[in-house]
């Protein structure tokens, strides 16, 4: 329905029109990108359900060898085994923009570069099940810190693709729609004004006409 308050001047006419083409610019705008937000978004579902799949797979793995281990290995002996870690990783967070959401980027470094530095142990009183849970779970780890990313960025991505879609149904079903209305509204009462001026002038013409040269008399 066309917006009844409106100004219906020349002048607003124009803003309108000048509104009307940014509004249907951003329009196109915010559709490509909720559609290439969308792309994004499931290549990422995709991923990150073949990750959890792989994740899940690894745990599972070391859970069994843990419980193996300790079917061997007295629960003090694990403990005092696991007391002292070697090794140490330290976790820093980057952020990747993309399409102007924040995505997170994990990295992580080791305190040392030798693989075994993960075995906080010595081998003659531990058993190898405790040595494969302990692999498990460092070769899981990537796997692990890449699905979260994946998680984050997919509920940040979902965020950003809903509000996108709220401002693209605002501005299609709502916010374009008033304003062409409200155009036909101006134009047609711009049209009926001219009209109306252009009889008034006829009318002041025919008179002007009259008491100028007794045009009335000159037709009786």
């Keep these: 329905m066309a917006n009844v308050h409106v100004n219906p001047t020349r002048m607003e006419l124009t803003r309108l029109k000048k509104k009307l083409v940014t509004a249907i610019r951003g329009h196109k705008l915010l559709k490509d990108k909720r559609d290439e937000l969308m792309r994004r978004f499931l290549d990422l579902v995709r991923e990150n359900k073949a990750l959890r ?7 599972a793995a070391a859970n069994r060898n843990f419980v193996l281990a300790r ?6 002996v694990i403990n005092v085994a696991l007391m002292t870690p070697k090794q140490e990783v330290a976790l820093e967070v980057e952020t990747q923009n993309v ?15 030798d693989a075994n530095d993960i075995f906080s142990y010595g081998y ?19 796997d692990m810190l890449r699905l ?73």
């Design 71 to 76: 079917s061997v290995m007295p629960d003090e």
């Design 148 to 220: 979260a990313e994946c998680e984050k960025a997919c509920q940040l991505l979902a965020a950003e693709i809903e509000k996108t879609r709220r401002r693209v149904n605002a501005l299609e079903h709502v916010m374009i729609p008033e304003m062409q209305d409200s155009i036909r509204y101006i134009t047609m009462k711009l049209d009926e004004n001219e009209r109306s001026t252009q009889i008034r002038l006829m009318k002041v013409k025919d008179m002007m006409l009259e008491q100028a040269h007794h045009y009335r008399e000159k037709l009786e």
């Design 99 to 113: 399409m102007s959401v924040e995505i997170p980027k994990y990295q992580y470094k080791t305190r040392t570069s």
């Design 124 to 142: 003659a009183f531990t058993s190898g099940d405790l040595d494969s849970a302990v692999k498990s779970l460092s070769d899981v780890f990537p």
């Design 53 to 59: 799949e792989k994740v899940e797979r690894g745990i």
